[in-house]
């Protein structure tokens, strides 16, 4: 299933592309940002109503979720779409599950800094999340700026 692996992430410093990795970057400390799980469930509405009604589409019977990712479970994640995207659809109608996308909280705020850092990076996922939806894999999504 596509997913955006921490790995992929790339930040931007003082102007410069930064490969990320699952361990601290060479410029930052790794200072892990603290959210409650209320604060961080109104940060991912936030960023989902912020997102342009053309990027939506129509999205539809997509269930957002915020959990921590188990500890031992790899690879780590910041997001994961599981469901069937719109490209590969046949009959989809009444009596459906939703597809869901789920955010992992734990894995953002282990690779955030501050509170903006962890606002860019739940909107990131979240339209790279969308993207896998709509069809998108991770080399479009990469090629459009959003992983």
């Not at 936030?46 to 999205?59: K, Q, R, S, W």
Request: with cysteine.
């Amino acid at each position: 299933m596509p997913a955006l692996l921490l790995h992929d992430f790339v930040d931007s410093v003082e102007g410069q592309s930064a490969f990320r990795s699952e361990t601290c970057c060479w410029w930052q400390d790794c200072i892990m940002v603290e959210i409650s799980d209320d604060d961080f469930e109104k940060m991912v509405t936030e960023e989902y109503d912020a997102i342009p009604d053309n990027m939506l589409g129509d999205l539809d019977n997509v269930a957002i979720l915020v959990a921590n990712q188990p500890i031992g479970e790899r690879p780590r994640l910041f997001g994961l779409y599981s469901g069937h995207p719109l490209t590969t659809r046949g009959m989809y109608g009444f009596g459906e599950l939703p597809d869901r996308i789920t955010l992992y909280k734990n894995n953002m705020q282990e690779h955030s800094n501050d509170l903006a850092q962890l606002r860019v990076r739940v909107r990131i996922t979240l339209v790279h999340e969308i993207g896998h939806y709509f069809g998108l894999d991770d080399t479009q999504l990469q090629e459009l700026g959003w992983a």
